[in-house]
């Protein structure tokens, strides 16, 4: 069966940093297009960034260019997302999910994991 579990959240200052990480098992996480979608309160998924079997292409949502960073290790089948410059628009329920770019629905339909919780919070 496939699995993604999700950890390194944490509540952290406005400025702050932290590293998510995703342990994926169950699919051929080398030959699969990943990817960090997130959930503010009350709000919907929110695409963050995927990252691409292959040569590695990596996109992120303008609203956290500059500031994340996602990677993957094939030989660990673990993604990571490195947060630096946390906003308080940050907070909210991270998950990586099986498969690239999605928006709206497609989010909503994509196979993830039970979420890790970033908190920005001074």
């Known amino acids: 069966a496939v699995q993604l579990v999700e950890s390194g959240g944490g509540l952290v200052q406005p400025g702050g940093s932290l590293r998510l990480s995703c342990v994926v098992s169950?699919?051929?996480?080398?030959?699969?297009?990943v990817s960090w979608v997130r959930q503010a309160p009350g709000k919907g998924l929110e695409w963050v960034s995927s990252t691409y079997a292959g040569g590695g292409r990596t996109t992120y949502a303008d609203s956290v260019k500059g500031r994340f960073a996602v990677s993957r290790d094939n030989a660990k089948n673990t993604l990571y997302l490195q947060l630096d410059n946390l906003r308080t628009e940050d907070t909210g329920m991270y998950y990586c999910?099986?498969?690239?770019?999605?928006?709206?629905?497609?989010?909503?339909?994509?196979?993830r994991g039970q979420g890790t919780q970033v908190t920005v919070s001074s």
């Open positions: 999910g099986k498969g690239g770019y999605c928006s709206g629905s497609a989010c909503d339909s994509m196979l």
């Open positions: 169950g699919f051929t996480f080398a030959n699969s297009a």
